[in-house]
T-cell receptor
Framework: GDSVTQMEGPVTLSEEAFLTINCTYT??????LFWYVQYPGEGLQLLLK?????DKGSNKGFEATYRKETTSFHLEKGSVQVSDSAVYFC????????????FGKGTMLLVSP | GAVVSQHPSRVICKSGTSVKIECRSL??????MFWYRQFPKQSLMLMAT?????????EQGVEKDKFLINHASLTLSTLTVTSAHPEDSSFYIC?????????????FGPGTRLTVT
């Protein structure tokens, strides 16, 4: 079955540091890939997505590129802020017609001033 | 953008009572809604998939008689935790599916924190 593997956290960074959170996946067909963010006590918000190979999703300074050859969708940001502290989930959705999501276990990011 | 609401955001109930959680898609119609459960510091666990006008499909290990799901309209799904016990305490999140360009996407509600005493 489909699966998503993310690096374990917490990831602890100082403000303005470079961020990478690794995500790899296993899936049949051509999945869509997502990054969601969850702030403390809240639900999930879609951060960015990519629907086909070589697509780059970007939002709020975050970006991730759909790499089919390495089955990866790593999340990056050039300069993190304290307000970016949250849990980040990588997820995939199987192909068209049904949107069941498979989530990674989540990676907590802690950014200090 | 698509907005999903949940009510209540927090609820405390006594052991043995039942609790109903509502999930609404506010500005779109959702033929499919999903219910997740999230334990502290863990990922989301899909409990069931709910299609409007039909019975929900439960994931393996989820008791359908314990977690009653109703999806009576294209904008409302409810989860009722029956005869709640302390081990049912958790964060419950719903999502609603909408067609975006060429694929379906899930939009998540803000979650409901259930505490059973």
């Amino acid at each position: 079955g489909d699966s998503v593997t993310q690096m374990e956290g917490p990831v602890t960074l100082s403000e303005e540091a470079f961020l990478t959170i690794n995500c790899t996946y296993t899936a049949t067909g051509y999945p869509s890939l997502f990054w969601y963010v969850q702030y403390p006590g809240e639900g999930l918000q879609l951060l960015l997505k990519a629907t086909k190979a070589d697509d780059k999703g970007s939002n709020k300074g975050f970006e991730a590129t759909y790499r089919k050859e390495t089955t990866s969708f790593h999340l990056e940001k050039g300069s993190v802020q304290v307000s970016d502290s949250a849990v980040y989930f990588c997820a995939l959705s199987d192909s068209l017609g049904y949107s069941t999501l498979t989530f990674g276990k989540g990676t907590m990011l802690l950014v200090s001033p | 953008g698509a907005v999903v609401s949940q009510h209540p955001s927090r609820v405390i109930c006594k052991s043995g009572t039942s609790v109903k959680i509502e999930c609404r898609s506010l500005d779109f119609q959702a033929t499919t809604m999903f219910w997740y459960r999230q334990f502290p510091k863990q990922s989301l666990m899909l409990m069931a998939t709910s299609n409007e006008g039909s019975k929900a499909t439960y994931e393996q290990g989820v008791e359908k008689d314990k977690f009653l799901i109703n999806h009576a309209s294209l904008t409302l799904s409810t989860l009722t935790v029956t005869s709640a016990h302390p081990e049912d305490s958790s964060f419950y999140i719903c999502s609603a599916s909408a067609l975006e360009e060429y694929s379906y996407e899930q939009y998540f509600g803000p979650g409901t924190r259930l505490t059973v005493t």
